[in-house]
């Protein structure tokens, strides 16, 4: 299976291909730079693995939350692509996607949390949690944005790392949330080398993506409350 992926979702911009099972990627933060960087990023990717666009079998994007500007840059490219090239695309949580990187960076064990937090602006953060199963994060609670003041974790894991910009105010969280945490970590982003991953992922447990005109990017802005998902 052959993938491409992009994020514009955070001050970060990148690209990657998944190829078989090998991955390669750029990367480059450039808060202001997406729209420049991202095409280039792609046509480089493609040419140094010997590809064209019609050689992708999916697409996968960070489809947020994140940026409202960065959001609408790589939803409208894979859109484009994925009408041009008919075929299936796969939205990715952003949170998720830093789930998964800091579940490699920081070394994660099998049923540790992550409570990704990015800054929302606003005064408020973007909020997700995470079980680290089978080497992947698992969504535990939906998705959701609030003030700092408001952040809680939901029940589940014993183990617990804070990871995302939305942890530079972990001194607004009530100071249980920020205790709870074996180690916190506030410079990562989302990446496409782990967009592409989980997409994969995903594709090979069955899930068929979506259309062009279904790949739309969730900003969260309307979503108040953190409910547990079904069975926790």
């Known amino acids: 299976m052959t993938l491409l992926a992009l994020d514009t979702s955070s001050e970060g911009c990148s690209a990657a291909l998944w190829n078989n099972g090998q991955l390669s990627e750029r990367f480059e933060l450039a808060p202001r730079g997406h ?12 040419a140094d693995a010997g590809l064209v666009p019609a050689d ?9 939350p994140g940026s409202f500007t960065g ?5 409208g490219v894979i859109q484009g692509l994925a009408y041009g090239l ?6 990715v949580s952003s949170l998720a996607a830093v789930a998964a990187d800091a579940g490699e960076q920081l070394s994660l064990a099998e049923g540790d949390g992550v409570a ?6 606003m005064d408020e953060v973007y909020l997700g949690g995470f079980e680290i199963r089978d080497g992947f994060p698992v969504a535990i609670a939906e998705e959701r944005v609030c003030a700092p003041e408001q952040v809680a974790l939901p029940d589940g894991p014993q183990r617990w790392y804070g990871v995302g910009s939305g942890w530079q105010y972990r001194e ?3 100071e249980t949330v920020p205790a709870a945490m074996a180690r916190i970590d506030d410079r990562l982003v989302p990446r496409a080398g782990w967009v592409a991953r989980l997409a994969a992922q995903s594709l090979a447990c069955g899930e068929p993506g979506v259309a062009a005109n279904d790949a739309q990017p969730v900003y969260l802005r309307n979503t108040v409350a953190w409910k547990k ?4």
Request: a positive charge; aromatic letters at 4%.
């Open 229 to 232: 998902l079904p069975g926790r």
């Open 56 to 64: 992708l079998d999916a697409l996968a994007f960070a489809r947020g």
């Open 116 to 121: 990704v937090a990015f800054d929302a602006r």
């Open 86 to 91: 008919e075929v299936p695309v796969v939205p």
């Open 172 to 174: 607004r969280m009530p």
């Open 71 to 75: 959001l609408r840059i790589a939803t």
């Open 35 to 46: 729209t420049r960087l991202l095409m280039p990023m792609i046509r480089q990717l493609l």
